[in-house]
């Protein structure tokens, strides 16, 4: 199937309340114009070089999404478009952010991103570490970043029953701070290979790369 075919199969299956982010890291900007030729407008990347370069040259109706770790010292590159940072998981990264949001003269949304996974590998806080930091004092004076939810990874595995525990517990955790935190309105997790799982355990927001754009060397 085309890119604009596997755009248009896969948002037919989303519920309504589920966004598509399309993720088109090393993929070629052609790639990126037939999904947005099919309708596509938020697309993910996780290197700032390349994302940069993209959002130069494409529409500017694109919204563009950091989905990658972020280095502190990338931040001021993508302070002034980036519409959503999904991969936050220090409050020195949370500092910097504000910082150069401050410098751009915007406010930048960005979800915090939580270590649901039992691979050591993958990034991202635990849950004390996610409530110290939003009831931390330096947090609560931040004028020019939003916390607007959570972004998880699930452990690479077969395991459908593994994935689903791991999804089920950043589900309740995102409930937990929710319930008292109205701007709590994205849950970002899910990819190609378990996005139906994450849409079932409660996922706002899908990350899908290779089911569109094929896969990556
Ligand atoms: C690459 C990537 C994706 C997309 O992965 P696919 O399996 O190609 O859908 C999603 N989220 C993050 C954080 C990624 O780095």
Redesign the pocket.
Known sequence: MSIAENILSIQSTLPAQVTL?A?S?TKPIAALMEAYDAGQRIF?E?KIQEMAEKCEAMPKDIQWHM??HVQTNKVKFMAPFVNLI??VDSLKLVQEINKQAVKADRVIDCLLQIHIAEEETKFGLDEQELTSLLSSSEFKEMRNIRIVGL?G?ATFTDNKNQIKKEFTHLKSIFDSFAVHNSQFTVL?MG???D?QLAIECGSTMV???????G??N
């Open positions: 982010v993720v890291k993910g996780n989905i990658g999904h991969g972004m990874m970002s990819m190609s290979g996005y990350r899908i790369g290779s089911s569109i754009f896969g990556r």
